[in-house]
């Protein structure tokens, strides 16, 4: 039809300045109608067909390359990218952090007990989390003491094994960044103590729970829970346990990993008739290290524990405790999920 109309120069210059100008645009191009006439075909001279013929080689030249799919997977989702010290700290610092953990952590006290000896206790604790659905997580802790217990009197002799076992769980919601969170759960009482001066082997239980507030450089919050174990007698007969036990916790992140902090352990020993309390006071400084895929949290402190007397019973401590703390928080490995 072109030929026939017009001049055949004047027909080859219209339809290379067309497939000029569709090069040019081609993000204005819009696609067909499904229900739209097909296009009516002209004949295209060679120099068009062949610069035609160029068109569709560039096009399939520049095709763009799929675009990556986010890593949805457990373990990214975990816990935000450690893009800064502080960033790296507070993942360290959370207790409610859904990464595998573990945590190492030795509490000195001398003067314990009626002959003034020295105690050790060494907690060992693995931190195991769980996605339960994409808002909520479950994070266990298994807590594990180790204890050298001095003699507490000229018939009973020092002794060194476990003590009871404490596993505890907090569901929580899985907040990221900064602002409020909160954690309940159960926690238990094993009877797996070695020796009746370790613990108290009765099967036993009650209520945990977490509440803590998250801004920049600062984590400030408490851990509480209550623990029953027995019916009859007290603590100090080794017989029952009814104690609260409550942990403020304050950190604050400078620079470089390094930090400052206070975890006191209060508690309070329902059993006895007078010296139920002990209320440390103290603090201490710590530092967070990434070395590879773990971060490397380690910390000391020192307590002062005769603010209210020395306590009997379940809690036995002395004067001071000197507390070293060593946490390895596995930044790579995978959290499972139930999604």
């Known amino acids: 039809m072109c030929e026939r109309s017009l001049p055949r120069n004047i027909c080859t210059t219209a339809m290379a300045f067309v497939t000029v100008f569709g090069l040019a645009t081609p993000s204005s191009a819009q696609p067909a109608p499904k229900n739209a006439d097909p296009p009516i075909a002209f004949a295209a001279p060679p120099s068009a067909q062949s610069a035609n013929a160029q068109i569709v080689d560039v096009k399939k030249k520049k095709k763009s390359a799929p675009t990556p799919r986010p890593d949805r997977s457990a373990a990214a989702m975990a816990a935000p990218p450690a893009t800064s010290d502080n960033a790296a700290a507070r993942q360290a610092q959370n207790p409610l952090t859904p990464l595998y953990s573990i945590i190492n952590e030795n509490d000195t006290s001398p003067g314990v007990g009626p002959l003034r000896r020295t105690q050790n206790v060494l907690l060992i604790e693995p931190v195991i989390p769980i996605r339960l659905t994409p808002d909520f997580n479950l994070v266990t802790r298994w807590i594990t003491p180790v204890v050298r217990q001095p003699a507490l009197a000229p018939t009973i002799g020092s002794e060194f094994?476990?003590?009871?076992?404490?596993?505890?769980?907090?569901?929580?919601?899985?907040?990221?960044?900064?602002?409020?969170?909160?954690?309940?759960?159960?926690?238990?009482?094993?009877?797996?103590?070695?020796?009746?001066?370790?613990?108290?082997?009765?099967w036993g239980g009650g209520p945990t729970a977490v509440a803590l507030w998250v801004e920049g450089p600062l984590i400030a919050g408490v851990l509480a829970s209550n623990t029953w174990a027995g019916s009859h007698g007290s603590s100090l007969t080794g017989d029952r346990v009814n104690q609260?036990?409550?942990?403020?916790?304050?950190?604050?992140?400078?620079?470089?990993?390094?930090?400052?902090?206070?975890?006191?352990?209060?508690?309070?020993?329902?059993?006895?008739?007078?010296?139920?309390?002990?209320?440390?006071?103290?603090?201490?400084?710590?530092?967070?290290?990434?070395?590879?895929?773990?971060?490397?949290?380690?910390?000391?402190?020192?307590?002062?524990?005769?603010?209210?007397?020395?306590?009997?019973?379940?809690?036995?401590?002395?004067?001071?405790?000197?507390?070293?703390?060593?946490?390895?928080?596995?930044?790579?490995?995978?959290?499972?999920?139930?999604?």
């Open 161 to 202: 094994g476990l003590g009871n076992i404490q596993p505890q769980f907090f569901f929580t919601p899985a907040l990221q960044g900064d602002g409020f969170v909160w954690s309940l759960g159960p926690n238990f009482w094993l009877p797996t103590a070695t020796d009746k001066t370790l613990g108290i082997n009765k």
């Open 244 to 339: 609260l036990f409550v942990e403020p916790f304050f950190f604050y992140n400078v620079s470089a990993g390094w930090y400052f902090c206070s975890l006191p352990y209060i508690t309070a020993d329902w059993t006895v008739p007078d010296h139920k309390w002990t209320v440390p006071v103290g603090g201490g400084l710590g530092r967070v290290l990434p070395v590879g895929d773990v971060l490397v949290n380690t910390r000391f402190e020192a307590y002062y524990n005769g603010l209210l007397g020395h306590a009997l019973g379940a809690t036995n401590a002395g004067n001071w405790t000197a507390r070293f703390t060593l946490h390895f928080i596995l930044t790579g490995a995978k959290v499972p999920t139930l999604f």
